[in-house]
């Protein structure tokens, strides 16, 4: 027995080091894992020119990034379609964070909706179940595409219009519609639509650079809901005609079953698949000999000519501090179904937007490059408004209803306690690439770009139809127009101190930020005294529009 206890403590000693030695190597393998990422990025770009090094090293990063974050969400997410269900503590927490601030919207509050190895497709959730704030635009979603260089998006019809904006890259984007074909090519700052149910592919024909595209889905079926469908040759998920009966396939198409099969089953691939050379080639060649008139002369009624670059135009507003580029149903007339105005704004590094409110317009924003931050003046989260994620979430149908008379009875009585102009909350939210935010009718809002790189906005205005900008700071200042009178009367102040104050700033659009003007600010109070007091009143008068 005594032998046998002997025996058997070497072979335990020999099987403790074994487990040391394996866990050892396997941290070992990690933190060299951990120390090659940041050299691997670093390696792949070196070779860019030095002017997009640091993009590259940011792409290559947040692709890791997503790599990671996949892992955990490929339970959660399927290939087409939305999403529901609790989610994680990740999920949780950004929920959180999202009921604090209804109107802004970061890179983790995107879902990806489409994956392939290369490329995605990633969407907020409906702005209505984001906050009751935002059911003005219940049938709008937000969504981006990324491809990977030489890629390919297989040809697909979505129950949605998609009013799209090419942010990064260069492609071909081709649509089937009243049975024509048209292919176009596509570069950084090109907008163009995809009407609902027009089957459309897409190629990346850059060899270096992502394709990346922001989009408005402007949903018909259900508000708020939009679907996928892929058709010949769709690849994981299958195509949607391998849904109809095997018997109605073969008389359709007048072949086998596995012939019908190979074509149209399930395939490993995903929906955004590697293309050759040649074949990008083909399809850039076919984008030559489609129709080439982006814009000029204009189209006749209801016809459409492809896309419309912003960046080409001059710009309504520009000085310095920044630039302003418009396009409405006027100047692009695939619009004019839409009711939209899309707006590109590039902010100087430190710098800022006048502040400004839009009469009729809610926009829409998603930031592309750059960071800083955002300021949104709202008077309904300083009376408690309600700014809560799918309030009633989860409840049975009698608790349902209880909780709408319940809420009935609240926005009564809160309608009673309120007085208009008591206060205000200030949303101020940082910006940076990915983020998106939206800003309600009449709501002012102002954007500081920092002082390490330019700021640039894409802004997607939803019932642009006779939308005016109110500019409430700079030489084009809406208070302006007041008559010494009524100056007197709303700042408490003589007609000059408010004049001095109103025609301070001479730019128009951009300014200087709040970092570049803080000096000019000490010399006015210094000088003046009565100004501070006077733009106190100003800002009062101006949120309360």
């Not at 949605?160 to 260069?170: F, K, N, R, S």
Request: with cysteine; glycine share 10%; proline share 4%.
């Amino acid at each position: 027995m005594a032998t046998a206890r002997v025996r058997t403590i070497p072979f335990l000693l020999l099987l403790l080091a074994t487990l040391l030695c394996a866990a050892a190597s396997v941290a070992s393998s990690r933190e060299d894992d951990g120390g090659r990422r940041p050299g691997r990025c670093v390696r792949q770009c070196e070779d860019r020119p030095w002017h997009e090094r640091a993009r590259c090293l940011q792409e290559c990063r947040e692709e890791r990034e997503q790599q990671e974050q996949g892992r955990h969400e490929r339970d959660r997410s399927g290939s087409r379609g939305d999403w529901r269900g609790k989610g994680s503590g990740d999920e949780r927490e950004q929920q959180e964070e999202d009921r604090r601030r209804p109107y802004v919207f970061g890179r983790r509050s995107f879902r990806r909706i489409v994956r392939s190895e290369q490329g995605s497709v990633r969407a907020l959730r409906p702005f209505y179940e984001a906050s009751k704030l935002l059911r003005g635009i219940r049938n709008y979603r937000v969504a981006v595409l990324e491809a990977n260089p030489r890629s390919f998006i297989v040809p697909s019809h979505t129950d949605a219009h998609c009013i799209c904006y090419v942010a990064q890259g260069e492609g071909v984007v081709t649509t089937i519609e009243n049975g024509e074909r048209r292919s176009y090519t596509i570069r950084e700052g090109h907008i163009f639509v995809t009407p609902a149910g027009a089957i459309t592919y897409l190629a990346n024909t850059d060899g270096r650079r992502k394709l990346v595209i922001a989009k408005i889905l402007r949903t018909i079926s259900v508000p708020g809901k939009f679907q996928f469908f892929f058709g010949p040759g769709g690849r994981n998920p299958e195509s949607f005609l391998s849904s109809f009966s095997k018997s109605v396939q073969r008389a359709a198409y007048k072949t086998s079953s596995d012939r019908l099969e190979k074509l149209f089953g399930r395939q490993d691939k995903g929906i955004i698949v590697r293309a050759s050379e040649e074949q990008v080639r083909e399809l850039r060649r076919h984008a030559s000999e489609g129709s080439q008139g982006p814009h000029w002369p204009l189209p006749p009624f209801g016809e459409s000519h492809g896309p419309y670059n912003l960046l080409d135009q001059r710009p309504r507003i520009a000085n310095q501090h920044g630039q302003l580029y418009e396009a409405d149903e006027h100047s692009f007339h695939d619009l004019a179904d839409h009711d939209l105005r899309i707006s590109l704004v590039n902010i100087t590094a430190g710098s800022m937007s006048a502040p400004l409110y839009n009469t009729r317009s809610i926009k829409i924003a998603y930031v592309l490059e750059g960071e800083g931050h955002s300021e949104i003046v709202c008077p309904h989260l300083a009376h408690g408004g309600e700014s809560e994620h799918g309030r009633g979430g989860g409840r049975s149908e009698r608790g349902k209803s209880r909780w709408r008379e319940e809420e009935s009875e609240e926005e009564e009585e809160q309608g009673q306690h309120e007085e208009a102009g008591q206060g205000y909350h200030t949303i101020r939210a940082r910006l940076s690439r990915g983020t998106a935010f939206v800003v309600p009718v009449g709501h002012p809002v102002v954007a500081v770009a920092s002082r390490g790189s330019n700021l640039q906005i894409v802004c997607f205005e939803v019932r642009a139809e006779k939308n005016e900008k109110v500019y409430l700071a700079g030489a084009n200042n809406v208070l302006k127009q007041l008559d010494g009178a009524a100056k007197e009367l709303a700042f408490a102040a003589s007609e000059r101190e408010v004049d001095e104050v109103l025609d301070a700033q001479r730019e128009q659009g951009f300014l200087p930020g709040p970092e570049e003007s803080g000096g000019q600010e000490e010399e006015h109070e210094g000088r003046h005294g009565r100004p501070e007091e006077v733009s106190e009143t100003l800002l009062r008068m101006a949120t309360g529009v």
